[in-house]
């Protein structure tokens, strides 16, 4: 499991949004509160979070960029590129971290065993606080007639409040 994050993932109608947690943690140190955990990559276009190491994820967002531009903006076909590449290559396979993507048509879960993953219901989530979030978010789109924004945002403030490797200093992004 990836300690000191929490990434969420929300659609609904005709908007997605991604949001993010603050917190970095190393080991039971707060070591950061205000950390930026999602872009915005691909002219704006996709949305994506890691969890996991902050300088892997990195790599990760780089590489996940030139597979983008490579596969001229398809989300499904530049996550399997990644994915595969993560999974073979001698360097990119010691990487520890997930990360969560989205356009305005697609969700995506990628990870270094090569999987890439899509919900079947519009909410997704990684990280330490992923299945509090996960479980907010789907009780709040089922329950309640808010935005996708706002259920990202409350839904990571749920998960806030249970698990002590996220915070409450939110990053949201739309499209």
């Given at each position: 499991?990836?300690?000191?994050?929490?990434?969420?993932?929300?659609?609904?109608?005709?908007?997605?949004?991604?949001?993010?947690?603050?917190?970095?943690?190393?080991?039971?140190?707060?070591?950061?509160?205000?950390?930026?955990?999602?872009?915005?990559?691909?002219?704006?276009q996709?949305?994506?979070?890691?969890a996991?190491?902050?300088?892997?994820?990195?790599?990760l967002?780089?590489?996940f960029?030139?597979?983008?531009?490579?596969?001229?903006?398809q989300?499904?076909?530049?996550?399997?590129?990644?994915a595969?590449?993560?999974?073979?290559?001698?360097?990119?396979?010691?990487l520890?971290?997930?990360?969560?993507?989205?356009s305005?048509?697609?969700?995506?879960?990628?990870?270094?065993?090569?999987?890439?993953?899509?919900?079947?219901?519009?909410?997704?989530?990684?990280?330490?606080?992923?299945?509090?979030?996960?479980?907010?978010?789907?009780?709040?789109?089922?329950?309640?007639?808010?935005?996708?924004?706002?259920?990202?945002?409350?839904?990571?403030?749920?998960?806030?409040?249970?698990?002590?490797?996220?915070?409450?200093?939110?990053?949201?992004?739309?499209?």
């Amino acid at each position: 499991m990836f300690r000191g994050t929490t990434i969420v993932c929300i659609r609904r109608d005709d908007q997605v949004a991604l949001a993010g947690d603050g917190q970095v943690s190393l080991g039971q140190t707060v070591m950061k509160q205000g950390a930026c955990k999602i872009r915005r990559l691909h002219d704006q276009q996709v949305l994506a979070g890691f969890a996991g190491s902050t300088a892997d994820a990195f790599t990760l967002f780089e590489k996940f960029e030139d597979k983008l531009k490579t596969q001229q903006g398809q989300l499904a076909r530049a996550a399997v590129a990644l994915a595969r590449d993560w999974r073979s290559d001698r360097v990119l396979r010691r990487l520890e971290a997930l990360l969560l993507v989205a356009s305005r048509d697609q969700t995506l879960i990628l990870s270094g065993a090569g999987d890439v993953i899509e919900p079947d219901d519009g909410v997704a989530a990684i990280g330490s606080g992923g299945a509090y979030a996960l479980a907010a978010g789907r009780a709040l789109l089922r329950h309640s007639d808010l935005g996708a924004a706002d259920i990202a945002r409350q839904a990571l403030t749920i998960a806030a409040e249970i698990c002590i490797y996220t915070n409450d200093h939110i990053r949201l992004e739309v499209l």
